[in-house]
């Protein structure tokens, strides 16, 4: 383990993301799963080939699953006559795609390990790599996460799921209170240069009062998060720089005095950006992770 994860693991504890019995460990799956890792990326390379959309949508998906009650896979379960709660009944999800991945991948990890990988452990690498495999940074996670047993609340998503119109100042509380100082709040944030943004997600920011007219004729359609919509590079904060932010918080991050030098700094070195966001991605992901949960055998059921 080298000093730069030394101190992110001494952070996670000073800072309270992980309480003691919950430490993850970067070899967790070395005796029972030990090529885990291979198998998930051999898994998603031609799904990423076929759809270049995909990590995109995974790294959302690992987003919205960790800020409800931490990264327990809880969002992969499909809603059911007896759990009208999912949280994908909640309109906070409203556009997330790909959770099928997850499930497709984990029944490789299944082949070659039976019930000894978590979903969520699975949704954390696959997200890992949605990133390393657009070009972005190669992030090294802790394993050893639990999924959730007990039923996913939309109510929940509905509350601590940001909505797309989501300021500075609500963005800054979210992600301070996951231990991030500012400057990785503003680095994770940058995921937005992969993929794209739904045209009923900025119709506030289109239209102020043009009535259902306006909605029913952009909810179809999508708005590139910047040019290089399938590459995780620092472009999205260029085009933030130049008043092309398609989000709220894409275009306050320019000009909010805690955050604007920072947009700056990060539009000019690639490396700072793809280091603070490491930083962040490892935050998130250890946040509020599970010890006394179960290993799902699917990933979208309840069993």
């Known amino acids: 383990m080298d ?3 030394t101190v992110l693991m001494v952070l996670l504890f000073v800072l309270g993301n992980v309480t003691e019995g919950e430490v993850l460990h970067y070899n967790f799956y070395d005796k029972s799963c030990p090529q885990l890792e291979n198998i998930v990326r051999a898994g998603l390379v031609p799904l990423f080939v076929t759809d270049p959309t995909s990590p995109a949508a995974l790294l959302r998906l690992m987003f919205h699953d960790c800020q409800v ?12 006559e007896g759990n009208v709660s999912s949280e994908m009944a909640s309109v906070r999800n409203f556009g997330i795609r790909k959770r099928e991945l997850i499930s497709i991948v984990k029944s490789m990890v299944e082949a070659a390990c039976p019930q000894k990988v978590s979903c969520a452990d699975i949704l954390i690498l696959a997200a890992r790599e949605a990133v390393a495999m657009s070009g972005g940074p190669h992030i090294e996670v802790p394993l050893g996460r639990k999924d959730s047993f007990t039923t996913p609340s939309y109510q929940q998503a509905d509350a ?11 963005m800054l509380h979210i992600f301070t209170s996951k231990g991030m100082t500012i400057q990785e709040s503003v680095a994770l944030i940058g995921a937005h240069t992969l993929g794209v943004t739904h045209c009923a997600s900025i119709l506030n920011r289109l239209y102020k009062a043009e009535g259902d007219k306006a909605h029913q004729e952009m909810e179809p359609g999508f708005v590139l998060n910047d040019p290089t919509a399938f590459i995780f590079d620092n472009l999205y904060y260029k085009n933030a720089m130049g008043g092309r932010g398609v989000l709220r918080i894409d275009a306050e ?16 070195d690639r490396d700072d950006f793809f280091r603070a966001f490491s930083s962040a991605f490892f935050k998130l992901s250890t946040s509020g992770s599970l010890n006394q949960g179960v290993i799902r055998k699917r990933c979208n059921v309840l069993d």
């Not at 990264?71 to 059911?80: K, Q």
């Not at 940001?162 to 300021?167: D, I, K, L, V």
């Not at 000009?255 to 000019?268: M, N």
């Open 69 to 80: 009650q931490g990264c327990d896979a809880s969002i992969l379960v499909d809603p059911t």
């Open 253 to 268: 991050m320019v000009s909010d005095p805690r955050t604007a030098q920072i947009v700056k700094h990060f539009a000019s």
């Open 3 to 5: 000093l730069t994860t």
């Open 160 to 170: 601590w799921v940001p909505p797309a119109t989501t300021g500075v100042d609500d």
